[in-house]
């Protein structure tokens, strides 16, 4: 192979294991959620789960409304003691998202990060690796780690962050019934809802451009148009990189992706 040669699955491939290939999808995991591959180039991809089929070229964000949850002050806590990895936790009162656990399913949170926000065992964060279905606004929870402090029912704060790698669809321009305002990356190809591929996170890229994307310009996600990238309007908006020339609205613009 002489060194001009697309090396993408050779030398200079950490992570992925050369299973699945940059331009493919599967219905079953092949890697664990946020599989990092980084390539000789610079660029960088993650292994994500999908909840709807995204075409190409889209910018993408996992589902907040499916594995977060806001804080619960001094909530009702089972199971939590120093030493345990099982937790069960109650969300009676929580204004959402979810409200109150109603309609959680098994592992739906798997991936997410519980954080303790106050109280007993305050400023632990931990990795949820399942989670069974709601019964009673209480779920039992699976950690990665054991607990270090006794989580203390009445007396400890939580919330939870979702994995920026499962549940993953277009992001939405309104913010309306979709909650996704965390980028993850951009679609590598078109991808199969419950699929499982490949999103690249930074380097060169090519996104959908909403507005006329200028050479060198900051670029955020779309508040426009679902999946697109824009140029930056308001210092609220989440950044994604920058743009590497420019093109005209609708069409798909080469951008360097600063998502990791």
Avoid at 40 to 48: N, W
Avoid at 251 to 259: R, V
Wanted: charged share 15%; net charge negative.
């Amino acid at each position: 192979m002489s060194r001009n040669d697309n090396a993408n699955f050779g030398v200079g491939r950490i992570g992925g294991a050369g299973n699945v290939g940059l331009y493919s999808e599967s219905s079953t995991a092949k890697y664990e959620l946020g599989e990092r591959l980084e390539l000789h180039d610079g660029r960088v991809f993650r292994y994500c789960n999908f909840d709807a089929a995204v075409t190409v070229g889209k910018l993408v964000g996992a589902d907040q409304s499916t594995g977060a949850a806001d804080e619960i002050s001094d909530g009702t806590i089972a199971t939590g003691g120093a030493g345990s990895s099982v937790v069960t936790l109650t969300a009676s009162g929580s204004s959402g998202p979810p409200e109150d656990f109603q309609g959680v399913s098994a592992n739906d949170y798997a991936g997410s990060y519980l954080h303790i926000t106050d109280g007993a065992g305050e400023g632990y964060t931990y990795r949820i690796k399942s989670n069974g279905a709601a019964s009673s606004d209480a779920v039992e929870f699976t950690l990665y780690d054991p607990i270090v402090t006794a989580l203390s029912s009445g007396a400890t704060d939580w919330a939870i962050s979702a994995s920026r790698y499962n549940n993953c669809h277009v992001t939405d321009a309104t913010q309306g019934t979709i909650v996704d305002p965390f980028p993850t990356g951009v679609t590598m190809i078109s991808v199969t809802s419950g699929y499982f591929a490949w999103v690249q996170t930074k380097g060169q890229a090519t996104c959908l451009a909403d507005g006329t994307i200028t050479e060198g310009n900051r670029l955020t996600v779309s508040d426009g148009t679902n999946g697109s990238v824009q140029l930056k309007d308001a210092e609220t908006e989440v950044e994604v990189g920058h743009a590497l020339t420019t093109v005209a609205t609708t069409e798909y613009a080469p951008i360097m992706l600063t998502l990791e």
